[in-house]
């Protein structure tokens, strides 16, 4: 499968080009960075640390787009929705790691999904795809007696909060307990807030030093609590996940998925 890294300075993009060098089937057919980034016309390769592959560092992702299969993209919500009308038109696969994406962002990649192939998820490693299962049915089980607190943590470069891995932990508990997620979020507390009210799913968000990603959903109930979590140690987990969800979509008709898809985990 001939893949397109976006972002490939990134610190994603760069895990991303040396998935794909390792992944077998897969060949690096292009990296994309924004018009005057200073990695144009570098070794893809040399940049991601793993000797040179003999593609550069292009600007143009139209014209490698339309002889590839598919893009790996974990850049930034203006540039996702510019790439995936892009991967539209080409007609292949876009696979979506980007987070921090708004409603109406999200309205234009399912637009673009009428035509391409997109797997988009906040978190694509295996982990974290199986603990939302788990959040899901735990919610289910305890009800509104039990309250849920997501709490996250990333490096200090992090820009989108919270996270959106967060996000889909608090989805798949809110899916457990059969409520909006957008009418229960509480993501911001200061000053005083008043008692907790009931059924709210709250959100907390640390930030500092060079954490990959660390998540808990806490189910705090009378006189007892439990808590979910999942720590991730290397950014190759999502980008090997990111390998495989373009891989199984290689073969799916036009349509937008989710890692629960890929790795086979839709109830
Ligand atoms: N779903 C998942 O499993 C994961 C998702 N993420 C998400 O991926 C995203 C990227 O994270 P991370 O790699 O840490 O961030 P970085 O800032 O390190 O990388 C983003 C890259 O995208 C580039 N970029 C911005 N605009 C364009 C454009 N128009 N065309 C081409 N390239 C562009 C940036 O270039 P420049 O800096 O020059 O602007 C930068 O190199 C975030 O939203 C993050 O939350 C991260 C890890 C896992
Ligand atoms: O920005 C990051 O680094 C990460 N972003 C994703 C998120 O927002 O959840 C996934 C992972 O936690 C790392």
Redesign the pocket.
Known sequence: MKLVV????????R?LIRAVAEAEGCTLHGA????G?P?LGQDAGRLAGIGDLGVSVS?D?LSLFVAADGVLD??????TV??AELAAQARIVHV?????LSQDDLKRLEAASYHARLVR?????LG?NLLAGLVRKVAATLGEAFDIEVLEMHHR????AP???ALLLGEAAAEGRRVSLAETRVSTRDGHTGARRPGDIGFATLRGGSVV?DHSVIFAGPSERITLSHHAED?GI?AR??VRAAQWAFDQPPGLYGMDDVLGLRD
């Open positions: 976006v972002g490939a300075e990134g610190r994603m993009g895990m994309v960075e924004r018009a980034s990695a600007d992702p974990f850049t930034v919500p203006a540039a510019a790439f979506v790691g980007t987070t921090g998820s906040g978190n694509m490693s974290v470069m992090k820009v989108d996270s959106g891995t990603g950014r999502f996940g990111a």
